[in-house]
């Protein structure tokens, strides 16, 4: 089944999801990579994202390679521009940076990336990505050229996101951008929630069991983890277990 085909089908089931983020800039060595694989494998995470702002290294395809031997999961690019495309991953978040007005990162990279991307098996994702801010400049902000979404303005993001969907974006993407030091509050998880029918996706800061439950009532579909398990791998363990504990409470799957 495709990747969005059963974020959709949990969605409707009220079911969610969790990825962990790999930046291939903070993989500082192949054992500690594998016990991270082992983890997420271990604790029932669904996804890989592999990506970055600033991507300095070339271990994209290693990483990818890494992962998809030791797991089987979906690994999905998660790209902070054009040249992260790895083409032996399962699936891209073709990303177009909503939240901001750097018409680089609306249309320009994936001008340039579209026609690499239709030469590859890739499943194409296309994701309405919305930056929050969330207190001190996050690398994302910055790289981008964009000004996150002020965290207290509910309805300007659910309008960012209801005009995405309009435009045909499958999936919603609400990040407070990697290592924040504040993540996204519930109630503009939930407002955006409440405009949009696509898959939500929401990351960024998210460090402890309670914050990741906490995006999960307020109407994440997915949770993604990064930065923090880059400090304490065990850390998903606890985040995880939130998840799994959601899905079991609503049936079977
Ligand atoms: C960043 O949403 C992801 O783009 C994950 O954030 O690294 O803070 O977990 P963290």
């Known amino acids: 089944m495709k990747i969005l085909d059963t974020l959709k089908e949990k969605q409707k089931l009220g079911k969610k999801s969790i990825a962990v983020l790999i930046d291939p800039d903070k993989v500082a060595d192949a054992s500690g990579l594998q016990h991270l694989i082992n983890l997420a494998?271990?604790?029932c995470i669904n996804y890989f994202f592999v990506g970055g702002s600033l991507v300095t290294t070339t271990n994209l395809s290693d990483i990818v390679r890494e992962i998809k031997q030791s797991?089987?999961?979906p690994v999905i690019l998660f790209p902070g521009n054009s040249i992260q495309i790895e083409p032996s991953a399962d699936g891209?978040?073709?990303?177009?940076?909503?939240?901001g007005r750097n018409p680089e990162l609306l249309i320009g990279q994936h001008v340039v990336a579209a026609p690499?991307?239709?030469n590859t098996r890739l499943e194409v994702i296309s994701t309405g990505y919305m930056l929050i801010s969330s207190g001190r400049t996050t690398s994302v902000a910055?790289?981008?050229?964009?000004?996150?979404?002020?965290?207290?303005?509910?309805?300007l993001a659910a309008c960012t996101a209801m005009a995405g969907e309009m435009l045909g974006l499958q999936v919603m993407y609400l990040d407070a951008g990697s290592g924040a030091e504040k993540?996204?509050?519930?109630?503009?998880?939930?407002a955006v929630r409440k405009s949009i029918h696509t898959p939500l996706i929401v990351g960024g800061g998210i460090n402890t069991p309670q914050k990741a439950l906490t995006a999960l009532e307020a109407g994440a579909d997915m949770i993604v983890i990064g930065n923090a398990l880059e400090k304490d791998p065990n850390l998903l363990i606890g985040i995880a277990?939130?998840?799994?504990?959601?899905?079991?409470?609503?049936?079977?799957?």
């Open 142 to 155: 910055y790289i981008s050229n964009t000004t996150p979404i002020p965290d207290d303005k509910y309805s």
């Open 241 to 253: 277990d939130k998840v799994y504990e959601w899905n079991e409470s609503v049936g079977a799957e």
């Open 116 to 118: 690499i991307v239709r």
């Open 71 to 73: 797991v089987n999961l």
């Open 41 to 43: 494998s271990e604790n």
């Open 183 to 190: 993540e996204i509050n519930a109630r503009m998880i939930n």
């Open 92 to 99: 891209l978040l073709f990303l177009s940076l909503i939240s």
